[in-house]
């Protein structure tokens, strides 16, 4: 499956490779530069993944609804796009802007309870959401499916 965002990049394998590599790139950086430092590098790739993304497809500065950024995003990176999370719900809630997401890459095949946060997620869908409004946010991940959340929650406060 290729996404309409770019072309096939890989002839043979297609564009997609398994989360099991994907987890073993984090817990090798993690143990190289440990948790912290780790989140820095994962949620700034994750910020420029977005922006470029929300370039792409042609909606930088777009400035949509709220309400519609959850299925931009979903389109872009759910199911039908690179399958990152599925972009279930955006917010507002008094100032700030509120997505939620499911099924992230970061959670995946993690035991409940786990610490583990969305890092690069969380980051993916702050750089698309400063792209689309051209506005500077804060971002921080308030709920996790892996401690009793319904969902991965990203709260972005302006700045």
């Not at 073993?24 to 989140?39: P, R, S």
């Not at 995946?108 to 969305?118: F, I, V, Y």
Request: proline share 3%; hydrophobic share 40%.
């Amino acid at each position: 499956m290729t996404t309409s965002i770019a072309p096939q990049i890989r002839s043979q394998l297609g564009d997609y490779s398994s989360i099991v590599c994907f987890k073993a790139v984090i817990v090798g950086v993690e143990d190289t530069l440990g948790a912290d430092g780790a989140a820095v590098v994962f949620t700034r790739a994750g910020k420029v993944r977005g922006h470029n993304l929300v370039k792409e497809l042609g909606l930088a500065g777009s400035n949509v609804p709220t309400e519609q950024i959850a299925g931009l995003l979903n389109a872009a990176i759910g199911q039908e796009g690179t399958r990152l999370a599925a972009v279930t719900r955006a917010y507002q809630l008094d100032d700030m802007v509120v997505i939620e997401t499911q099924d992230t890459v970061c959670s995946a095949g993690e035991p409940l309870g786990s610490d583990r946060k969305c890092t690069f997620t969380l980051g993916a869908v702050w750089g698309a959401l400063e792209a689309i409004t051209g506005q500077i946010y804060l971002g921080e991940q308030t709920e996790s499916v892996l401690r009793g959340g319904s969902s991965d929650k990203f709260v972005f406060s302006p700045l």
